[in-house]
């Protein structure tokens, strides 16, 4: 076969289609990273004029003196670490289960995806009424047990719990679904080899399933992390546009919201979604990182 080099019309054709794209990026994604960087520094700042009357640190050293906004990264260092290992481990073994499954396999699997792509608005108000305190379905449940009723939404030593067990639920369905396609793309042969060997089910498991679903296991976990980091919606819902009691569930993008919508302190809030930046930044880097030791591509 003939191997055809580009020319430049075949070149400028192919941007002509990409130009639409590549616009709507450069507008919507491009522009508003750079604009946030530079609206960082604006410490004097008309957001509806767009006129700057002054610049410096102040605003990041504003964000770096308020308890306000070292609650909220320590707020959602908890939300990360309480939600990515169990959201990454649930999603592992029910993957499992259903890849095991013929019967009715697309009804759970259907059963499973729902919530992710259901409305955040929708799901919350069914949490609301799952963690109500006098009539919940979970201090229904637990009432078996003889634990005495909690206050959910409204004890601050149980607010942060709340929410993570919410979000798991929620965000089940993506991570099972990526965890499927992975072991369906496992060959077989590989497990019949080691079962040959003499290998048991967990042996296999762990010497064979793991270690060719770790690229897909590196893939959750990363994308399990960075949503995590930008957790907003579910807590406006489910706490009525509050941080939730004694601000036990302000994370950063909650106190950018405040910063932005509630004081209009547009400098501040922009200091503090680049601080999200670098922090997701340095997090993800770890585990691309990590993952050149421990992530094997068959």
Request: charged share 10%; aromatic share 18%; no cysteine.
């Amino acid at each position: 076969m003939i191997k055809q080099h580009p020319t430049i019309k075949s070149t400028l054709i192919a941007f002509a289609y990409l130009a639409p794209m590549l616009i709507i990026t450069l507008v919507f994604n491009i522009y508003p990273i750079f604009k946030s960087f530079a609206m960082s520094f604006y410490t004097k700042y008309d957001f509806f004029t767009d006129k700057v009357s002054a610049l410096g640190w102040a605003n990041y050293k504003f964000i770096f003196s308020d308890p306000d906004f070292y609650l909220s990264v320590r707020n959602t260092l908890i939300f990360v670490l309480g939600v990515v290992p169990f959201s990454v481990l649930l999603s592992l073994i029910i993957a499992l289960l259903l890849h095991r499954v013929r019967f009715l396999a697309g009804l759970f699997k259907t059963a499973y995806f729902l919530p992710f792509v259901t409305s955040t608005v929708a799901i919350s108000l069914v949490w609301q009424w799952i963690y109500n305190d006098q009539y919940g379905l979970l201090n229904a449940f637990l009432s078996h047990f003889g634990v005495h009723p909690i206050d959910w939404l409204n004890d601050p030593h149980w607010a942060m719990p709340a929410l993570i067990i919410m979000t798991i639920w929620k965000g089940l369905g993506f991570n099972i679904i990526l965890f499927l396609v992975g072991l369906s793309n496992i060959d077989k042969r590989y497990d019949q080899v080691a079962q040959i060997d003499g290998a048991n089910a967990w042996q296999r498991f762990i010497h064979v399933t793991l270690p060719l679903l770790s690229p897909m296991t590196f893939l959750v976990s990363v994308t399990s992390v960075i949503s995590g980091f930008k957790v907003f919606d579910e807590i406006f819902v489910l706490f009525g546009g509050s941080p939730g009691p004694g601000k036990s569930t302000l994370t950063i993008v909650f106190y950018l919201y405040q910063k932005f919508y509630s004081e209009w302190k547009y400098g501040i809030a922009a200091a503090s979604g680049v601080v999200l930046f670098l922090l997701i930044l340095v997090v993800t880097i770890i585990q691309f990182w990590y993952s050149r030791k421990h992530v094997h591509y068959a």
